[in-house]
């Protein structure tokens, strides 16, 4: 097995927690659903969040509400750029796998799907799954 990364961002229409908490928990489901990985495979988890999102901490909205209390979990703020993208919440998600970088599936949604269109527009790989004992 080697660490490989999956990136993800997606914004938010207004700096409510719920919003960002919805937003961010959904971002993540949709990263995992198509890349298919579990909780244990993961090393670490690095976000940024855009200056203008002061109302909830991301990180917080994964760690409680998928309960990934013991995944290393590292926040910072995006530089704050004239034309850069506003209410913006990304994902730099290292887990360990044995899937090719061609076989990641990486997620931008809403309006950060304009930071990369080359990997959101790219299909879903299909991979066969590894079955762990139980």
């Not at 997620?107 to 004992?133: C, I, N, T």
């Amino acid at each position: 097995m080697k660490a490989v990364a999956i990136r993800g961002a997606v914004t938010v229409d207004k700096n409510e927690a719920e919003e960002i908490k919805s937003a961010t928990v959904g971002m993540v489901q949709q990263i995992i659903e198509k890349n298919k990985f579990a909780q244990e495979d993961i090393v670490m988890v690095f976000m940024t969040m855009t200056t203008d999102l002061t109302a909830y901490n991301a990180s917080a909205a994964i760690r409680l509400g998928m309960g990934w209390d013991d995944v290393p979990f590292f926040t910072s703020l995006e530089p704050d750029v004239d034309g850069g993208l506003k209410k913006c919440i990304r994902v730099l998600i290292q887990i360990q796998s044995d899937k090719a970088k061609d076989q990641i599936n990486h997620v931008y949604l809403g309006e950060a799907a304009k930071l990369r269109p080359d990997l959101s527009a790219r299909p879903v790989a299909k991979v066969q799954l590894e079955q762990k004992p139980v």
